[in-house]
């Protein structure tokens, strides 16, 4: 079984423009990215899927310069930006990233494909019942099934990619991943600036290298002044992100 992993990017978000090309550490977010998911060693191929607008340009270009695989879709229409990546690249299973993710955990993304692999099912996600802190969500998807939403999926759920499946769970094999202890009160996604300070921070503490979840999570419980700087931020609705 093969594992194609699709991190999508672009230059363009509302709240927080140009956010996947910043740097942490001399490393830009989507490197970061990147890095954590070859990092899990469970992904045959690795593409970033962004869009035709000229100010990706430079997600392309950063795509060479750390000798990623780049393909350039619709903006909204993220599903078939996918549904392009998987016109050239062979794949059993697909697990899908965000550029706005820069503390992604290699090893939960281990884990949940170990878990996918073992429960034969369609569709696998940490965010159902979220236990996880936001920004470190892992999901994987039978490459077919994915295809096959294509012709069901409309509006938010193009943009969403997978959404159509989880929200339509009595059709498919769904699978919500749970881990303990609870530390969805955590928000380590970039999508703010109040965001940017804190994984700045986190970042300033850690260095380069890669943490794991509950190591950051117990640094952490010892800072709440950080953990309150964006502790007021919003996740936007399904319907409207």
Same mark, same amino acid.
């Given at each position: 079984?093969?594992? *194609? ?23 830009? %977010? ?37 000798? %990623? ?10 599903? &078939? ?26 090893? *939960? %993304? ?43 999926? &409309?509006? !938010? !759920?193009?943009? !969403? ?23 969805? !009160? ?33 640094? *952490?419980?010892?800072?709440?002044? *950080? ?15």
């Amino acid at each position: 079984m093969t594992t *194609l992993g699709i991190i999508q990017a672009r230059m363009g978000s509302t709240r927080l423009p140009g956010k996947v090309l910043r740097k942490l550490a001399g490393r830009t %977010v989507l490197d970061r990215v990147v890095r954590s998911a070859r990092a899990s060693g469970v992904i045959d191929d690795l593409v970033v899927a962004t869009t035709t607008e000229a100010i990706d340009d430079a997600v392309e270009a950063e795509c060479a310069t750390i000798g %990623v695989d780049c393909y350039r879709g619709p903006v909204d229409d993220v599903l &078939t930006r996918f549904l392009g990546v998987l016109e050239t690249h062979d794949s059993d299973n697909v697990m899908r990233f965000t550029a706005d993710c820069p503390l992604l955990d290699s090893r *939960l %993304v281990a884990m949940a494909a170990r878990v996918f692999e073992a429960a034969g099912v369609d569709y696998l996600t940490t965010s159902i019942a979220r236990t996880l802190p936001r920004g470190l969500d892992v999901e994987i998807v039978r490459t077919p099934v994915l295809k096959g939403i294509d012709t069901l999926a &409309t509006d !938010h !759920h193009r943009t !969403h990619v997978t959404s159509y499946i989880y929200t339509h769970a009595d059709d498919f094999d769904v699978i919500g991943l749970t881990m303990q202890p609870d530390l969805s !009160h955590l928000r380590l996604t970039l999508d703010t600036e109040d965001d940017w300070k804190l994984i700045e921070a986190i970042i300033g503490h850690f260095g380069d290298e890669p943490v794991e979840v509950r190591e950051l999570a117990d640094w *952490l419980a010892g800072q709440p002044d *950080l953990v309150l700087l964006n502790a007021h931020v919003e996740q936007k609705a399904l319907i409207q992100a």
